[in-house]
């Protein structure tokens, strides 16, 4: 099946700094990544949509000077939490889709812990 | 509005018995139907998919779902559970026409006793 990566799996920053997650199609080219968000025992949810060479359409709620989407190329999108505060610690994951497919493919997921 | 609900949050079976976890969905649109396993700590395995045509589907794992439009449900069974069926599980909804996001419910913990 289709390999999403994501990287790194895990990382711990300082309070202000900002940290970047990469998400990577690495056997397929995937038009849209979707990037959610998942607290300790909840659910993931949907914090925005990439398209490929496009800007993101974030959900509703979710700070898009916070957390910057880049989708520059058909196998990689980046989230750049910036300004990271402790409230920002989560698990972060990635699926990516191939145009006109129904089924994402998801990545490992990140842990992000900010100190 | 769209919505996933998982009714039970967390369920106990013993080694060997019979599984089922409950999912229904509000969802104005032709629903794709998914469920997903997580182990703690990691990204999400995809168990089974329901697009269309025959409503009993069969995944990976031993695992069968069945999508019952009447219900808007889309259960998920396994005749008898091993130990390390132990994890979250997560029933999610999607459609073609909203991009392939997908929205999951609450999530379901399976503890398996020996």
Redesign the interface.
């Known amino acids: 099946g289709a390999v999403v990566s994501?990287h790194p799996s895990w990382v711990i920053c300082k309070s202000g700094t900002s940290v970047k997650i990469e998400c990577r199609s690495l056997d397929f080219q995937a038009t849209?990544m979707?990037w959610?968000r998942q607290f300790p025992k909840?659910?993931?949810?949907?914090m925005a949509?990439s398209n490929e060479g496009s800007k993101a359409t974030y959900e509703q709620g979710v700070e898009k000077d916070k957390f910057l989407i880049n989708h520059a190329s058909l196998t990689l999108s980046t989230l750049t939490v910036t300004s990271a505060h402790p409230e920002d610690s989560s698990?972060y994951?990635c699926?990516a889709?191939v145009q006109r497919?129904?089924?994402?493919?998801?990545?490992?997921?990140t842990?992000l812990t900010v100190v | 509005a769209q919505s996933v609900t998982q009714p039970d949050i967390h369920i106990t079976v013993s080694e060997g018995a019979s599984l089922e976890l409950r999912c229904n969905y509000s969802y104005g649109a032709t629903p794709?139907l998914?469920w997903?396993v997580q182990s703690p700590?990691?990204?999400?395995?995809?168990l089974l998919?329901y697009?269309s045509g025959d409503t009993l589907v069969q995944g990976i794992k031993g695992f069968e779902a069945e999508f019952k439009r009447s219900q808007s449900s889309f259960n998920l069974r396994k005749p008898s559970v091993h130990w390390s069926d132990a994890a979250e599980y997560?029933c999610a909804v999607?459609a073609?026409n909203q991009?392939?996001?997908?929205?999951?419910?609450?999530?379901t913990e399976l503890s398996v006793k020996p």
């Open positions: 994501q849209t979707f959610y909840q659910s993931l949810m949907l949509t698990f994951i699926s889709r497919e129904t089924e994402a493919f998801f990545g490992q997921g842990r | 794709y998914f997903y700590g990691q990204g999400l395995q995809l998919k697009f997560f999607g073609f991009g392939g996001k997908l929205i999951f419910g609450q999530g």
